[in-house]
């Protein structure tokens, strides 16, 4: 990476490929409620950016529309076909969890047009992965490693199960840090872990719950990652994901060349995606002590809605989540502790 402030050739070759993943992060920002319109518009605007990839599903990935995760606006094959159909250049991607979506969602994606499959699991148990992987092989497809909450384990244990997923046939394997709970140096330690001990590319899936994505995805390409997630207009689960018109700009600025225009991504956050989100994204309290006791993104909104049931705090609930080490799948028992911290009022009183 250089470091002069000098506007870099568009046409450069990039020095990594983005994912903008605004359509399946940024969908719990929107409670899963996007339109077929909004995903036409925000994908042709992508696509018109250069936006290489663009991930669409239900936050939760496919599969996800349910009572535990809540239910999509639209049915997200819908909305993966409109994507399909709208971008031009883009690939679109999709995201899987194990135990949420199926081998038959990957045939049914591949089936609409989508070339890559992201396949997700908790930082250390990839072995769940070895079919779904496996599956997206077969058909074709760019096989996409996920590792989430990756702040809960070393860099070293994050190689093991990196080199699991490798193994099944990743093509690539991301470290993801599900609760903007990494620094630039826990990045660092665990971007040169994987770079040095794989044989595959590594990525970054930053979130701004500390305002860090931005220089942890900084940190990550100095560090030798090749892929790196971002949500325009900074949407996604907790505060947001890396704000992808943010991060290509400083990557101009830093002459970095991401083949994305970046007047036009600025446009694209203004004029498409911001009107699509039911309130602006931002380090507010909830956000930060997601991060600051390393809490999955997506209990954001589940949290609040808790607090407000049962008459307590937020806050509470999302330190008592991270004292407990809850991850992603473990929503039920944000219930639990609403429960159990609204008895402990009640007692006190």
Not at 134 to 150: D, H, P, W
Not at 246 to 260: H, Q, S
Request: hydrophobic content about 45%; overall charge negative.
């Amino acid at each position: 990476m250089t470091t002069t402030q000098e506007q870099p050739d568009v046409a450069a070759k990039p020095a990594f490929r983005l994912t903008d993943s605004t359509l399946r992060d940024g969908s719990h920002a929107v409670a899963h409620q996007y339109t077929e319109q909004q995903v036409i518009d925000i994908v042709a605007g992508l696509d018109r950016a250069g936006v290489p990839v663009i991930e669409v599903s239900h936050g939760d990935g496919l599969g996800g529309s349910s009572f535990n995760y809540g239910f999509s606006g639209t049915d997200e094959m819908t909305l993966i076909a409109r994507a399909v159909e709208t971008a031009k250049q883009a690939k679109i991607a999709c995201l899987l969890l194990p135990g949420i979506g199926t081998v038959d969602d990957l045939k049914a994606i591949h089936e609409a047009g989508v070339s890559i499959a992201r396949i997700a699991t908790h930082c250390t148990e990839a072995d769940i992965a070895e079919q779904h992987i496996g599956m997206a092989k077969q058909l074709g497809m760019e096989a996409v490693g996920f590792l989430m909450m990756s702040h809960m384990t070393s860099p070293e244990e994050l190689l093991k199960q990196a080199r699991l997923m490798q193994d099944y046939g990743a093509d690539l394997v991301y470290c993801v840090d599900s609760a903007g709970a990494l620094t630039t140096k826990t990045v660092r330690d665990r971007i040169e872990a994987l770079v040095e001990g794989l044989d595959v590319p590594v990525g970054l899936h930053a979130h701004e719950n500390l305002s860090l994505s931005v220089a942890n995805s900084l940190s990550a390409l100095e560090c030798g990652a090749l892929h790196i997630d971002a949500c325009t207009a900074g949407s996604g689960a907790g505060a947001g994901n890396c704000p992808t018109e943010v991060f290509v700009a400083v990557c101009d600025r830093m002459g970095v060349p991401t083949g994305v225009d970046t007047m036009t991504m600025v446009d694209v956050a203004e004029e498409v995606v911001r009107p699509a989100m039911n309130r602006p994204q931002m380090v507010d309290r909830a956000a930060l002590i997601l991060g600051y006791a390393g809490v999955y993104g997506s209990f954001m909104l589940h949290s609040e809605r808790a607090a407000a049931r049962y008459g307590v705090s937020q806050a509470e609930i999302l330190l008592e989540l991270g004292r407990r080490k809850v991850v992603g799948g473990q929503e039920d028992m944000i219930i639990d502790v609403a429960l159990e911290l609204a008895a402990q009022k009640a007692r006190q009183k």
